[in-house]
């Protein structure tokens, strides 16, 4: 009997034994489920995300101020991600909780969750612009910045001159005010640095006189390279103490910079205004519009020319003259011109306006 119990105990094994292999057993199963886990959170974070709903994108717009758990809903009420719990735990995971930015966000369809923290992590919005033409008045700049749909706030005009014309990066959401004030930051530094740099003997003394000079020179002429030599012809008159005798100021001191739609009537170049410089002695009292950097830097380095008028060609540029008799000619080509171009604009609109024979007969 006690040799079948011996033989029993070898055969069997152990409770130690048996606690040893439950734990081997249950330390596999957990490995293979953690490994399970992992595979499917890094699927989950590097794999293919959801489809847009719409179209090959989805476009969504974060707030400011919003937490991780906001945008993380926020994403996922989009369609852009499976799921809110997974993307804030990525975020926690990855330290990007406290760098998330607000904004607008453009998303591919089936974006990764990866892709789509890294996206929000390193703010790369949507970029969009505004421009700002040269020779634009300020009135007409806030015209623009309150009629953007994507901005916020309204803003009321700058003192004329104070805005670079160019064109600015903006946000969904960002404050009409702020953008405004960029633009002045803009001018502001461009002037000082082109100040710095100016030639010397400039017949003005004060750098608000170049932005009113540069203004004139800008509504004078939209081809580029006349800048320079718009700008000497002034600065010349101004050193003769010549009136600058500019149409584009007539205008302004007429309708504030908005265009009359006509040509400049005989009783207007004898209104006195302030800005009409047929019959005022140097500079307007303030700029006419806001000038670009060429302008700027053309009236602050003009070249060395003698010349003292300038009219239109008929191309869009101007022809330049030293001597009144020059230019009394150049004027006289220029008016001949005009009248041609009336008279065939006449003689199309008699021929569009001229009953057509009618079909058949003899």
């Known amino acids: 009997m006690s040799r079948r119990r011996a033989s029993r105990r070898k055969a069997g094994l152990t409770p130690i034994r048996r606690l040893a292999i439950v734990g081997a057993s249950a330390a596999v199963t957990a490995a293979v489920v953690l490994g399970l886990v992992l595979a499917w959170g890094l699927w989950t974070?590097?794999?293919?995300?959801?489809?847009?709903?719409?179209?090959?994108?989805?476009?969504?717009?974060?707030?400011?101020?919003?937490?991780?758990?906001?945008?993380?809903?926020?994403?996922?009420?989009?369609?852009?991600?499976?799921?809110?719990?997974?993307?804030?735990a990525a975020a926690q995971v990855t330290g990007a909780t406290g760098e998330l930015k607000a904004g607008e966000y453009r998303f591919a369809s089936h974006a990764s969750l990866r892709q789509v923290l890294d996206d929000i992590r390193n703010g790369r919005v949507v970029r969009r612009f505004v421009t700002i033409p040269e020779g634009m008045t300020s009135e007409a700049v806030v015209e623009i910045l309150n009629a953007n749909p994507l901005l916020e706030g309204v803003v009321s005009a700058p003192p004329e001159g104070s805005v670079l014309p160019e064109t600015y990066q903006i946000e969904r959401g960002d404050d009409r005010a702020a953008v405004l004030k960029r633009m002045m930051d803009a001018q502001e530094a461009s002037l000082a640095q082109l100040w710095a740099k100016r030639q010397p003997g400039l017949p003005f003394d004060t750098p608000e006189e170049a932005v009113t000079l540069a203004s004139i020179v800008e509504k004078e002429t939209g081809v580029a390279s006349e800048r320079p030599r718009v700008a000497a012809v002034f600065v010349n008159r101004l050193r003769r103490g010549m009136r600058l005798e500019s149409d584009p100021t007539i205008i302004y001191g007429l309708t504030r910079g908005r265009p009359l739609g006509r040509g400049i009537r005989a009783s207007e170049l004898a209104a006195a205004t302030p800005y009409n410089t047929y019959l005022i002695d140097g500079l307007p009292p303030t700029p006419i519009a806001n000038p670009g950097r060429a302008s700027l830097a053309a009236v602050l380095d003009p070249p060395k020319t003698d010349e003292l008028f300038f009219v239109a060609d008929g191309t869009g540029g101007h022809v330049f003259a030293k001597t009144y008799e020059e230019h009394l000619r150049n004027v006289a080509k220029w008016r001949a011109l005009e009248k041609a171009k009336a008279a065939e604009a006449a003689g199309a609109a008699e021929a569009k306006a001229a009953p057509k024979a009618a079909p058949g007969g003899n």
């Open 45 to 88: 974070f590097y794999g293919p995300g959801p489809a847009a709903r719409q179209g090959g994108e989805t476009i969504v717009v974060l707030r400011r101020g919003a937490g991780v758990r906001e945008i993380a809903s926020s994403l996922e009420s989009a369609g852009v991600i499976g799921s809110s719990a997974l993307f804030t």
